[in-house]
């Protein structure tokens, strides 16, 4: 496919997948967010859902989704558009004929790469927004970014850009790489629905591994992106310094803070987007090609 129904397909499959999972995301990053213990302390993800539709109204699960709205059509396009470009790249670089498991996860992390330098900035405005703490401080998405701007300067906008870039890396090599793998020791659909169960297998399973090996760089990212540096220097500004601080001072098992909503989230959420995208592909293809 030219790129621009890569592109269109990714932004698709990206957007009905957002709508979909989009409460977990936020039950992610208040987990991710907390800090110790105590009775405030969320304790579960239904914890999480419950408190905030009983503390601050059922539409906070919502709260912050106009950036990553704005910038999931680029986003999954990019994911996609850039795993169908960067694969056969490789092939040629590496003179393979076809794509192997190690050449997929290439291509996956390389994507990734791509993938991260455009969402950092959206993600730090819709962290800022989803905390609990910031429930009062921001009127919207222009209000925060106004704030942002005026208080920490433009600088803090690339704030947790290395950890980010860190995140997708792993998601889209583990994601990517895994579909890979699974298909080949799939056996091969013999209809349309068995198609779609393959590729919904595939891609969930896939992206279950993709957020295993994130997780960590996720809370690292995600509490950089949170901190006002108004207040001073961080305690820590990238992702391998955060991961020290963090499983010292927590323990190792806070760099998993918040997987239960993630896994959940990206795990069948996988499987949507790889779907939708195959279906939608193949429609461009049948229809306007």
Not at 244 to 264: F, M, Q, S
């Amino acid at each position: 496919l030219p790129f621009l129904f890569q592109f269109a397909a990714g932004a698709i499959a990206g957007v009905s997948e957002i709508l979909c999972m989009y409460p977990l995301d936020v039950a992610k990053t208040r987990l991710m967010l907390q800090v110790g213990t105590g009775a405030d302390q969320y304790k579960s993800i239904v914890d999480v859902f419950g408190r905030i539709i009983k503390e601050e109204g059922a539409s906070r699960l919502y709260r912050g989704i106009l950036p990553p709205i704005m910038v999931e059509a680029p986003k999954r396009a990019i994911k996609f558009a850039s795993n169908d470009t960067y694969g056969p790249m490789y092939m040629r670089l590496f003179n393979q004929k076809q794509l192997t498991q190690s050449l997929a996860i290439m291509t996956g992390v390389t994507a990734g790469i791509t993938e991260a330098l455009i969402v950092a900035t959206p993600e730090l405005v819709k962290i800022r927004l989803q905390a609990k703490e910031n429930a009062g401080r921001y009127a919207g998405t222009m209000d925060c970014v106004r704030k942002i701007y005026a208080e920490e300067g433009l600088k803090a906008f690339a704030n947790g850009l290395e950890a980010t870039i860190w995140r997708h890396a792993l998601w889209n090599g583990g994601y990517f790489g895994s579909i890979f793998g699974i298909k080949k020791l799939m056996p091969k659909a013999e209809t349309k629905r068995g198609e779609l169960a393959v590729n919904f297998a595939a891609g969930a399973i896939g992206g279950t591994v993709g957020t295993t090996l994130n997780t960590p760089p996720d809370v690292v990212k995600t509490r950089i992106q949170n901190y006002n540096s108004a207040k001073g220097p961080p305690p820590y500004t990238t992702f391998l310094a955060g991961a020290r601080t963090i499983a010292r001072e927590e323990g190792v098992r806070a760099l998993y803070k918040g997987y239960v909503p993630k896994v959940l989230r990206l795990g069948p959420g996988g499987g949507i987007l790889l779907v939708v995208y195959d279906h939608v592909t193949t429609y461009m293809r049948d229809h306007f090609l």
